[in-house]
Nanobody, 120 residues
């Protein structure tokens, strides 16, 4: 069974930085798109950034120039480097990945989420 585990969240002051990590474990043939979503209280879950196997990336307009998504295929891990954090970045951040397991259909997996709080 594949699972995703996020880490790296926490409390940071405005202008600070955090680096989120998400590691996939289990029997994996290939991981296609990996990404990060976030959900703030009272708001819909939104895509923050995603990266596909070809290393093409996509970012929400609100984080362009501040966040960088990357992946390490050898470690089945995706990262989100968050710089110049703003209070409006406060949310629970969720990792997601499209994963193919041997002999099974590709499906989406989600992590449990990690809290990011930006406050002075």
């Amino acid at each position: 069974q594949v699972q995703l585990v996020e880490s790296g969240g926490g409390l940071v002051q405005p202008g600070g930085s955090l680096r989120l990590s998400c590691a996939a474990s289990g029997t994996i043939r290939i991981i296609y798109t990996m990404g990060w979503y976030r959900q703030a209280p009272g708001k819909q879950r939104e895509l923050v950034a995603r990266i596909i196997t070809g290393r093409t990336t996509d970012y929400a307009d609100s984080v362009k120039g501040r966040f960088t998504i990357s992946r390490d295929n050898a470690k089945n891990t995706v990262y989100l480097q968050m710089n110049s954090l703003k209070p409006e970045d406060t949310a629970v951040y969720y990792c997601t990945a499209d994963i193919n397991e041997p002999g099974r259909q590709t499906r989406d997996y989600w992590g449990q989420g990690t809290q990011v709080t930006v406050s002075s």
